[in-house]
Structure formats: C-alpha cells, structure tokens
C-alpha cells in the first residue's frame, strides 16, 4: 500500500503558502493518524509506520512549511508553534473529519502538545515521541549548533555520510533506512552539489528568542486531557528521565514507553517501535 502525495493552502500574516502531505490508507476512513516530523525533517520519516498503520487509519503526514515538498513562508519570523498549530488545524479542516489521532516526534509533538491543550481540540489520543513540556538549556544549545546550518556535499554518499553522524542518536538503522532518510532530507542544486532541502532560515525565530534557560511548558502539558502515551529514546538529551516520569503523573497522567539504545528520537522504523505506537493507538 503506497501513499499519495498533496497539498492544502494555508495562511500566515505574510501571505499564502502551500503545505504538503503524503496520504495513505482509505480516504473514506472516518479514523484519521497524523503523524508530524522534528525540526529539521519532513513527512517521509514516516514510511514505515504509515504502512503499517493504513489498514487502520486515513495516515496524514505533513510536511511542516518550510521543510520537505512544503512552501517557505515569506517572513522567517513565522517560523513557530502558533503558525504550525494553525496550519494543522487548516489541515484538519481539509480532511472533512472532527478528531484525529496525533503522533509527533520532538517539534511534532510540541505542536501536538499546542493543539490537544486547546479546548475544542480535535485530538482524541496522543503520542508524544521523545518530547515533553521541559526542555533544558543544554538541548537548546545542541539544537542551536545545527539548525539552520547550509552545509553541502560533493555527492550523495558525502550526504549520506553526515547524516549518519548527526542522526546517530537515531539508533542502529540499516543502510537502506539511513539512505531513505537521506534522500528525502536533501536535494540537489544548479550547481550540482546536495544540499537539505529545508528552509535554513527555520532556525531565525529560534536563536532570536533563545534565552539562557529552560523552556517550561508544564502549564501547557496539564490542561491536555486525552489518552497520551510519551515514548523516550533511553539515550535522550532533549526528554530528561526525570521529565518522562513526572509526564506519568501530572496532566494527562501519560502511558511510559522506552526504547533502549536509541537517543533523540526513535524512528518508528522497525517493528518494535511500531508496534508500540500501534498498541497504544487501537486499544480501546
């Protein structure tokens, strides 16, 4: 079962952009799963679990703008939850249904956290991968020393090559997942040379606003009311054990999960970590 691949028009105070999706499953499915991307990486990340889960689901998983097939908004100043929230629910609206299921790995799931806090909200059960609502300094400042960095390679092998060693907390993935994960992440210039396809300017409102301390989004995570399951990379520098804990007691009272020798984040590429978003989904 193969995907197909659309857009839907969004808006931003500085114009209109279009945000890209892939779709797989029965478009008559009333049951919906989104599936949201990290910082710097886009819908196909999903492949393997939007396979899985299509007898199941209508799987929705965008491309957040300014990453992937998705436009870049005009004003880098955008770049951010509220405008990422906003095109979700534009999304949804497209869709023609009134809940969803969310899965959302690290900025995925601070936009899913965004939205399951609202009242009114459309989702019904959350899956946060490798995210919760404290972020400390020292994550901040190993994001900060990547995102928005413009590096090229020679070739796609040299892509190939660095992908593998800033992703290595993605865990032991075969070369057939590393290079899927390349080949949808870079694209190739006039030049010739590869380079990430993208936005660079993604990182602006980031460095602009980054502070010397912890991001607490505590008040947030406790006005979430659905089922929640929070899985952590046992490895993590971004979800703290002690956070991923304290998730299991405060707001929605989450569902733990940790997959040992994976870092920040587990890619739902194999079938252990499938299999526990999958359980979590369709139970009852």
Same mark, same amino acid.
């Given at each position: 079962?193969?995907?197909?691949?659309?857009?839907?028009?969004?808006? %931003?105070?500085?114009?209109?952009? /279009?945000?890209?999706?892939?779709?797989? &499953?029965?478009?008559?499915?009333?049951?919906?799963?989104?599936?949201?991307?990290?910082?710097?990486?886009?819908?196909?990340?999903?492949?393997?679990?939007?396979?899985?889960?299509?007898?199941?689901?209508? @799987?929705?998983?965008?491309? +957040?703008?300014?990453? &992937?097939?998705?436009?870049?908004?005009?004003?880098?100043?955008?770049?951010?939850?509220?405008?990422? @929230?906003?095109?979700? +629910?534009?999304?949804?609206?497209?869709?023609?249904?009134?809940? +969803?299921?969310?899965?959302?790995?690290?900025?995925?799931?601070?936009?899913?956290?965004?939205? =399951?806090?609202?009242?009114?909200?459309?989702?019904?059960?959350?899956?946060?991968?490798?995210?919760?609502? !404290?972020?400390?300094?020292?994550? !901040?400042? /190993?994001?900060?020393?990547?995102?928005? =960095?413009?590096?090229?390679?020679?070739?796609?092998?040299?892509?190939?090559?660095?992908?593998?060693?800033?992703?290595?907390?993605?865990?032991?993935?075969?070369?057939?997942?590393?290079?899927?994960?390349?080949?949808?992440?870079?694209?190739?210039?006039?030049? &010739?040379?590869?380079?990430?396809?993208?936005?660079?300017?993604?990182?602006?409102?980031?460095?602009?606003?980054?502070?010397?301390?912890? @991001?607490?989004?505590?008040?947030?995570?406790? $006005?979430?009311?659905?089922?929640? !399951?929070?899985?952590?990379?046992?490895?993590?520098?971004?979800?703290? /054990?002690?956070?991923?804990?304290?998730? &299991? %007691?405060?707001?929605?009272?989450?569902?733990?999960?940790?997959?040992?020798?994976?870092?920040?984040?587990?890619?739902?590429?194999?079938?252990? $970590?499938?299999?526990?978003?999958?359980?979590?989904?369709?139970? =009852?």
């Amino acid at each position: 079962m193969e995907f197909t691949q659309n857009t839907v028009q969004c808006a %931003s105070p500085s114009g209109l952009h /279009r945000m890209a999706y892939t779709e797989w &499953g029965a478009r008559d499915n009333p049951r919906v799963l989104v599936c949201v991307h990290g910082l710097t990486r886009n819908a196909r990340d999903f492949d393997a679990l939007a396979r899985a889960m299509a007898s199941h689901y209508r @799987v929705i998983c965008p491309d +957040v703008v300014g990453r &992937g097939q998705s436009s870049r908004l005009r004003n880098p100043a955008g770049y951010g939850i509220p405008q990422y @929230v906003g095109d979700m +629910v534009t999304l949804i609206a497209r869709l023609g249904v009134d809940s +969803v299921h969310w899965v959302g790995t690290s900025m995925g799931g601070l936009i899913g956290m965004a939205l =399951a806090s609202l009242e009114g909200t459309p989702i019904q059960k959350l899956l946060l991968n490798d995210v919760g609502p !404290l972020i400390t300094v020292d994550a !901040l400042q /190993r994001i900060a020393t990547y995102v928005g =960095a413009d590096p090229t390679w020679a070739s796609f092998d040299e892509a190939l090559a660095y992908i593998k060693l800033i992703s290595a907390p993605f865990g032991n993935l075969d070369e057939g997942q590393w290079r899927h994960l390349t080949e949808h992440s870079i694209t190739q210039r006039s030049d &010739g040379r590869w380079g990430f396809r993208y936005d660079p300017l993604i990182a602006a409102p980031f460095k602009a606003a980054f502070a010397d301390q912890d @991001v607490d989004l505590w008040p947030l995570y406790e $006005q979430i009311k659905c089922p929640t !399951l929070v899985l952590r990379g046992a490895e993590s520098d971004l979800l703290s /054990r002690a956070t991923w804990e304290a998730m &299991g %007691s405060r707001g929605p009272r989450a569902k733990l999960a940790e997959i040992s020798g994976v870092g920040h984040a587990p890619m739902f590429m194999n079938d252990e $970590q499938i299999s526990i978003a999958r359980d979590f989904l369709l139970s =009852a």
